[in-house]
């Protein structure tokens, strides 16, 4: 039994369809790997230690043991290191052992996903170290993998940020083009509340809209694109009323600045954009 939980992400589910598109479920010839059935005995039987081969924030590692054990149920896993751990490279994240040709089935499954996530983790981590102490949140976004939205952003918080809107559902997020058919800010705010909506987050690249999207009922202001100087006398003229986000082309570079300008929020989409995949190796013996 594999202790991993997300709400509305369906464990088994993706287990089972990340295998059976490698595996060419329905496909031709699909429905086996070829590979490991023409070369491995059925009865053999491997153990295997996962190892990070750079400095990483782990993540994922529940997920990489439910491919394993969705093809050998009896498969002895020992986890190594906790989620959200950081560790240095060549630390022993997974130890395993059970059937040969299951572990060499779900071998890349496991890996890709682990990969993918803790780059996403570490990322995140620099981010949220490049903040320093200026007591802002990192938050990240909904430029993720379709697919991947539950996972990437649990990766995410694995890194030390906090999750933005998981999707459509649970915010207003009023830009710039619902202003262009409303008219203005304050308009297209003011249509979200009349509507029922009680998160209304809008977006503002000018000092002169705050006051109108704060008027008209504004609950969070994305202040996108603006520089330093402009960040700090949005914040002051916002002045505490509503949470504020310095949103827009933010990098390791930009950040620590942006987050001292006294902004509640930082918002960076390459953190699930452009995490390049953590280097981690699985190696096998047979036994």
Known sequence: MIDFSLPGFDLSAFVRATLDEDLGLGL???GKDVTAESVIPATARFSGTMDSRDAIVAAGLPIAAAFFRALDPEMDIEMLVEEGAQVSAGTRLMRLSGNARAMLTAERSALNTVQHLSGIATMTRHYVDAMGNSGC????TRKT???LR???KYATRTGGAKNHRMGLWDAAMIKDNHVLVAGDVGEAVRRARAAG???VICEVDRI???EPALAAGASHLLLDNMDVPTLREAVALVAGRVPT???GGIDLDTIGPKAATGVTY???GRLTQSAPAADIGLDFTPL
Do not use: F, M, N, Y
């Not at 949140?137 to 990240?140: I, T």
């Open 28 to 30: 031709p010839g699909g």
């Open 137 to 140: 949140v990192l938050l990240d």
């Open 145 to 147: 993998i379709p697919g």
């Open 150 to 152: 539950h996972l990437e």
């Open 197 to 199: 909506v009680a998160e």
């Open 208 to 210: 002169d809209q705050i």
């Open 245 to 247: 986000e310095a949103s």
């Open 266 to 268: 930082v918002s960076v």
